[in-house]
T-cell receptor, first 110, second 112 residues
Framework: EDQVTQSPEALRLQEGESSSLNCSYT??????LFWYRQDPGKGPEFLFTLYSAGEEKEKERLKATLTKKESFLHITAPKPEDSATYLC???????????FGAGTTVTVRA | DAGITQSPRYKITETGRQVTLMCHQT?????MFWYRQDLGHGLRLIYY???????DKGEVPDGYVVSRSKTENFPLTLESATRSQTSVYFCASSERTSQPQHFGDGTRLSIL
């Protein structure tokens, strides 16, 4: 069965203090790994899809990377508006369902 | 505006009552999904649909019923609500299997 583990559960950063979030996964064959951002009271908002090991995607201060066993979401020089819960999800080759991790809640202080 | 909308946003009901959560998308996406989100569990898939009149169970389907008579609508019904079904429910859709799912803003359901 798919398993997705995100760490840490919570991350408190000072504005400008770069850091990384981890998403480790176990699937028999990966179709895609998805990163989402979720703000309080809102639905998850799509950020990136990664399909193969070595792939990288960037958007503003966020950069996602993928290996065969894990993905990292790097936040460079974060701002308070980057505060949110970041969710990782994997999709297995033989299926189109997503399995989500529990998320990392990031708080960026000014 | 194009997108995915859920209604109601908030609902309070009593145990044993039937309640239906609505989901409507304007993209004509083939795939639609229902999740519940609880502290400590993250998002868990309840039911999904690959097209109109095609539905299948997810990870936690017990106590829920879905239908999909039209591509754009995917209602979720709790036939006899229980307190364990108190949760935030999210609907999502995607165009193809490899494409990202796009989520609505959820329905916060409380069962007393």
């Amino acid at each position: 069965e798919d398993q997705v583990t995100q760490s840490p559960e919570a991350l408190r950063l000072q504005e400008g203090e770069s850091s990384s979030l981890n998403c480790s996964y176990t699937v028999s064959g990966l179709r895609g790994l998805f990163w989402y951002r979720q703000d309080p009271g809102k639905g998850p908002e799509f950020l990136f899809t990664l399909y193969s090991a070595g792939e990288e995607k960037e958007k503003e201060r966020l950069k996602a990377t993928l290996t065969k066993k894990e993905s990292f979401l790097h936040i460079t020089a974060p701002k308070p508006e980057d505060s949110a819960t970041y969710l990782c999800a994997v999709q297995e080759e033989r299926d189109y369902k997503l399995s989500f991790g529990a998320g990392t809640t990031v708080t960026v202080r000014a | 505006d194009a997108g995915i909308t859920q209604s109601p946003r908030y609902k309070i009901t009593e145990t044993g009552r039937q309640v239906t959560l609505m989901c409507h998308q304007t993209w004509s996406h083939s795939y639609m999904f229902w999740y519940r989100q609880d502290l400590g569990h993250g998002l868990r898939l309840i039911y999904y649909s690959a097209a109109a009149d095609i539905t299948d169970k997810g990870e936690v389907p017990d106590g829920y019923v879905v239908s999909r008579s039209k591509t754009e609508n995917f209602p979720l019904t709790l036939e006899s609500a229980t307190r364990s079904q108190t949760s935030v429910y999210f609907c999502a859709s995607s165009e193809r299997t490899s494409q990202p799912q796009h989520f609505g803003d959820g329905t916060r359901l409380s069962i007393l």
